[in-house]
């Protein structure tokens, strides 16, 4: 099993509102990703967990909060998000932090800020 | 700036030829690379992938050539086939500098042709 699941499939949300991201990987995959990809343009990176412990934050605006309650879940919290921020919304995961291990796609969460 | 380029937004091959796909980048601390591939409302699926220590990497149809003293990197699918249609990102990292990060090109769309 090489799934890496994503809900909400697609997501449309006002500026006052609060809403959050869910990626689910049962693997036993110990790194876990928030990528960021606007149309026609490649995924940016957000956050890395590594061991459940947040190793990397790409100056993401705090208006994006993570969260990784185990080794299998991933969440991305909202809240006053703004247009800009609209996108594709991707979660991966690896078997270890590093760039050698493959990192494995979920479907993406398309996100739409009115 | 975009340290992972790739100069063709799209290409379109003949069924049973040859496609080839570039993938050019500016940092020399790039020591991995890898392609993924994506299908349109998946997410990025990994394809094949090549260390700095060597020029080439052969897995079935699908060939990644290097070139580092030109800091290019190419993908040879042969034969091509209707179900390689998708978009292909390059991608890059830095193991000593940036750990896990992966850097993405802006991707080429492929369209194989019947």
């Known amino acids: 099993d090489t799934e890496v699941t994503q809900t909400p499939k697609h997501l449309v949300m006002g500026m006052t509102n609060k809403k959050s991201l869910k990626c689910e990987q049962h693997m036993g995959h110990r790194a876990m990703y928030w990528y960021k990809q606007k149309a026609k343009k490649p995924p940016e990176l957000m956050f890395v967990?590594?061991?459940?412990?947040?190793?990397i934050n790409e100056s993401v605006p705090s208006r994006f909060s993570p969260e990784c309650p185990n080794s299998s879940l991933l969440n991305l919290h909202l809240h006053a998000l703004q247009p800009e921020d609209s996108a594709l919304y991707l979660c991966?995961?690896?078997?270890?932090?590093?760039?050698?291990?493959?990192?494995?796609f979920g479907p993406g969460t398309r996100l739409l800020v009115l | 700036d975009q340290q992972v380029k790739q100069n063709s937004p799209s290409l379109s091959v003949q069924e049973g030829r040859i496609s080839i796909l570039n993938c050019d980048y500016t940092n020399s601390m790039f020591d991995y690379f890898l392609w993924y591939k994506k299908y349109p409302a998946e997410g990025p699926t990994f394809l094949i992938s090549?260390?700095?220590?060597?020029d080439k990497n052969e897995d079935g149809r699908f060939t990644v050539f290097l070139n580092k003293s030109a800091k290019h990197l190419s993908l040879h699918i042969v034969p091509s086939q209707p179900g390689d249609s998708a978009v292909y990102f390059c991608?890059?990292?830095?193991?000593?500098?940036?750990?896990?990060?992966?850097?993405f090109g802006t991707g080429t769309r492929l369209a194989v042709r019947p």
């Open positions: 090549i260390s700095s220590i060597k």
């Open positions: 991966a995961s690896s078997q270890v932090p590093t760039p050698q291990e493959t990192q494995y």
């Open positions: 991608a890059a990292s830095a193991r000593k500098s940036s750990g896990d990060k992966l850097t």
């Open positions: 967990y590594s061991y459940e412990k947040l190793s």
